[in-house]
């Protein structure tokens, strides 16, 4: 069946380093969902990539859409310590299902 | 505050019993979902439902039943408990079907002994 691959599984960096997450279907998706989960909380919708290629930024945050619609990515541009958490992606919709990938924790060291 | 609501917050219980978690949507939305979030895993998507009716099934155990009424609102039925379904369970809604955003709710956490 579909499955959504997601790596790193952990990843620690010093506040005001950069971070990249990486997501990748063993299908074509529809469109791509990022989701973020803070420890304790659930998570919380950031962005959807719907167009092959596309690029998207919210402040510090880029998101990439492949080409082919199989990958993505998520990079912070200079960590601080409220980007802790869960990164999660999320692929649509082959089977009618949204399938998470395993998520990235993120640690920042201040 | 995501305006999806999960009661109860917290539920201990033992194996071989029955529990029932309940779930009321974002005012508008008409889809819900349930997903199971185990220690140190993903989001394993349950089931969707979609007005009413079932619009999508994961990897639910047959133990596992859901339900969403002409309120909107969703219970999620889990029978004959084990250890292994101690987890944390989500719910979330969303206006239309998968390809809007979901909105989710602060969650279940289920214990069984």
């Known amino acids: 069946g579909q499955q959504v691959m997601q790596i790193p599984q952990y990843q620690h960096v010093q506040e005001g380093e950069d971070f990249t997450t990486y997501c990748n279907s063993s299908?074509?998706?529809?469109?791509i969902q990022w989701y973020k989960q803070r420890p304790g909380g659930h998570p919380v919708f950031l962005i959807q990539?719907?167009?092959?290629?596309e690029v998207k930024k919210q402040k510090r945050l880029t998101f990439q859409f492949g080409e082919a619609k199989k990958n993505s990515s998520l990079h912070i541009t200079a960590t601080q310590t409220t980007d802790v958490g869960t990164y999660f992606c999320a692929g649509c919709c082959d089977t009618g299902k949204l399938i998470f990938g395993q998520g990235t924790t993120l640690q920042v060291k201040p | 505050d995501s305006g999806v609501t999960q009661t109860p917050k917290h539920l201990i219980t033992a194996t071989g019993q029955r529990v029932t978690l309940r779930c009321s949507p974002r005012?508008?939305?008409?889809?819900v979902y349930w997903y199971q979030q185990s220690l140190d895993q993903g989001l394993q998507f349950l089931i969707q439902?979609?007005?009413?009716?079932?619009?999508a099934k994961g990897n639910i155990l047959e133990r596992f039943s859901a339900q969403q009424f002409p309120d909107l609102h969703s219970e999620l039925n889990l029978s004959s408990l084990e250890l292994g379904d101690s987890a944390l369970y989500f719910c979330?809604?969303?206006?239309?079907?998968?390809?809007?955003?979901?909105?989710f709710g602060p969650g279940t956490r289920l214990t069984v002994l």
């Open positions: 990539l719907v167009k092959s290629g």
């Open positions: 299908t074509t998706l529809s469109n």
């Open positions: 005012s508008g939305d008409l889809s």
């Open positions: 979330a809604s969303s206006v239309a079907g998968l390809a809007s955003e979901q909105f």
């Open positions: 439902y979609y007005n009413g009716e079932e619009r």
